[in-house]
């Protein structure tokens, strides 16, 4: 096996004027306004991860490449996570936050997009459609740096808000979307168990379930010459969970089991994650 080196196009010297960033091209924010202290602790620290990444034109920007490991020995704390069908406490919870801001920035730049999926979860408080979920281990959320020139992403967080924005050059590429209403509905079906631990008449949701549905968002990315660069379709889809509730036929209550949840992440009230292309 031989191995050759392959020089730089571009001199450990070049500015950022010579590799064509020389202006905010996108802006994505996210809000997570009183969410519990840990998954504000990981949105920081997952956020300094991105902070300063340029991608060269024609590479490709891959977040898990770039998020590394998710443990305790890189600075992450225990929060909530979605685990298949259900929230689940665990190492690095909140970083999807992070993810699905990328995705925004990266969506309203018109770059193209070549890996994204959803929460297996509805989150409410992310734009519908629009939401991208990460995991260290599993799924990605990619896209290529489809201009003439490099691209700088600069991220922060003040525990209030998550931005992030991409700089590069303008080249006159817009972008126009549309969201389709929710269909291949399913309602929520209810399972009730009989709890001999709970007195008669208490009840207890152990699994808040969910509506089974999808939704499309179209994204239409032209150039200045009106030229269709991009047109793709991010389907959305969440199945049906059960909504399991403990229905108490006891006479006195003498165990108390542990409740899971479905749902939004407990604690927090976000506000909707924003994208906008500069002008």
């Known amino acids: 096996l031989v191995v050759e080196a392959v020089a730089s196009p571009y001199p450990d010297t070049a500015t950022a004027e010579e590799l064509g960033i020389i202006e905010r091209v996108a802006v994505g924010d996210s809000y997570f306004i009183g969410s519990p202290s840990a998954r504000d602790h990981n949105i920081r620290v997952a956020t300094k991860k991105f902070d300063g990444v340029v991608i060269p034109p024609g590479e490709t920007f891959s977040f898990n490449e770039i998020l590394g490991p998710v443990t305790v020995e890189e600075g ?20 999807c936050q992070v993810s699905t801001t990328i995705f925004n920035t990266a969506f309203f730049a018109g770059l193209k997009i070549t890996e994204r999926r959803n929460h297996s979860i509805y989150i409410d408080h992310y734009p519908k459609g629009r939401d991208a979920t990460a995991t260290s281990n599993g799924p990605n959320m990619r896209f290529l740096n489809d201009t003439k020139h490099h691209i700088l992403i600069r991220g922060a967080s003040d525990g209030i808000t998550t931005t992030f924005d991409i700089y590069g050059t303008n080249d006159g590429r817009e972008v126009s979307y549309s969201t389709s209403d929710f269909y291949d509905k399913v309602p929520r ?8 631990w709970l007195k008669p008449g208490v009840t207890r949701t152990r699994v808040a379930g969910q509506e089974g549905r999808s939704i499309d968002v179209v994204r239409t990315v032209t150039a200045k010459d009106g030229t269709v660069i991009h047109k793709d ?33 407990p604690g927090a009230t976000p506000g909707p994650t924003t994208g906008t292309t500069s002008p």
Request: hydrophobic share 40%.
């Open 76 to 95: 992450y704390d225990e929060s909530y996570i979605t685990a298949g069908d259900l929230l689940a406490i665990e190492v690095g919870g909140g970083i």
């Open 189 to 196: 079906a209810v399972w009730e168990i009989k709890a001999s």
């Open 233 to 265: 379709k991010f389907t959305s889809t969440w199945k049906m969970i059960t909504r399991e509730i403990e229905v108490g036929v006891g006479s006195t209550t003498t165990t108390t089991l542990p409740a899971a949840t479905t749902g939004s992440e």
